[in-house]
Every structure is written in structure tokens, then in C-alpha cells.
């Protein structure tokens, strides 16, 4: 898959992904504590719920698709969680936690103000800044290749590093070479 596929995937991931993250994790919490407090007992759809929560938010720090995932959904996490610290600073109102139903209302805050948010933000940011998440898979340096070498009658699997396949016209001392090479069987020369 081509770099380009792989990013549009990412940002496609990274759309769909998160609100359904922030919704899982808002009514898992939210259901939770109010079972918790109403009741004092355990809510299994919530736990259920959060349990796939944290599948799909791993699947969206951890996934070789694209970091643009990551990136979107971090930034968005980050930026819910940090405006009740906003909020408490400038003492103006910014969430509009009117517009949620009471189980969502309730998770939203709890997670938000306890700053789980900011969390799972910073969380899915990091996880998008490892370059090799940005490279694709066969573009990463000094990786070691596999070369096809036919001796006699079998034909074996090299790996030929990097700087060797460069030299490969100069310095041939430096190319290792394999003798009676079986598919799946390899012994170095001894020279």
C-alpha cells in the first residue's frame, strides 16, 4: 500500500475513530459511577462498553494504517481536556454539557475534570510522533534486504545489508556469499 493510501486511511480512521472513543468512554464511565452511586453495584454493559473502548482506542495508537489517526484523535482529546482547566481559570463557560443525556453528561464530566482526557490525549500525540510510523514499510534506512542468490541447484534468501548492496560493484568481499544453498538450508563459505 502506498504512502497516500495509508494517510487517507489515517484520516478517515481518525475521524470516525475518536468521537466513537469519546462515547464509549463518556457512557462507560458515566454509566459506572452513576450504578456506583445510586445503587452500589457494578454496571457489566459499562464495563463491557469501556472494554471495547480500550480495544478500538488501541487499534488507534498502536496501528501500522497511518499516525494521522493517532494525530486526529489526539488532538481532538487534548483539546476537550484541557478546556475544563480553561474553564477554571478564566471562569468562563466553555463545554456545553447541557446538550449531553445525564449517562454521557455524567462520564463526560467525570473523565474530563479528572483529567483522563487530557490522558488519552497526550497518549494518541505521542504515539503519532515515531518516525517510522510516518515512513512506509520498505522505506526505512539501513534496513537489511533480501537478495535471491542461485548456487548449484538450490536457490536460498540472503539478507544483504544495506551498505553492502551499495558497495556491491566495489568491494565484493563485503557481499556475503552462501555455498550449497537449499531452500530453507544455508551455510557461509568459509573465505
Excluded at 82 to 102: C, I, N, Q
Excluded at 144 to 158: Q, T
Excluded at 164 to 189: E, I, K, N, Y
Amino acid at each position: 500500500m502506498s504512502n497516500g493510501a495509508r494517510h487517507a486511511l489515517g484520516v478517515v480512521a481518525g475521524l470516525l475513530l475518536p468521537p466513537l472513543v469519546a462515547a464509549g468512554l463518556w457512557y462507560g464511565v458515566g454509566d459506572l459511577t452513576l450504578q456506583a452511586q445510586q445503587s452500589f453495584r457494578i454496571s457489566w454493559i459499562a464495563v463491557g462498553v469501556l472494554a471495547a473502548t480500550a480495544i478500538v482506542l488501541a487499534f488507534l495508537a498502536g496501528s501500522r494504517l497511518s499516525p494521522v489517526a493517532s494525530l486526529l484523535g489526539g488532538l481532538a482529546f487534548t483539546a476537550i481536556g484541557v478546556m475544563p482547566f480553561v474553564e477554571m481559570v478564566s471562569g468562563v463557560r466553555l463545554l456545553p454539557t447541557d446538550l449531553l443525556p445525564a449517562v454521557f453528561r455524567n462520564g463526560f464530566t467525570t473523565s474530563a475534570y479528572s483529567g483522563l482526557l487530557i490522558v488519552v490525549g497526550v497518549t494518541l500525540l505521542v504515539a503519532s510522533l515515531f518516525p517510522s510510523r510516518w515512513r512506509g514499510p520498505g522505506t526505512r534506512p539501513g534496513r537489511a534486504r533480501r537478495v535471491r542468490v542461485v548456487v548449484g541447484l538450490g536457490v536460498a534468501a540472503v539478507a544483504v545489508p544495506a551498505a553492502a548492496q551499495r558497495l556491491r560493484g566495489r568491494h565484493t568481499a563485503d557481499v556475503p556469499r552462501v555455498s550449497h544453498a537449499w531452500p530453507g538450508r544455508m551455510r557461509p563459505c568459509a573465505t
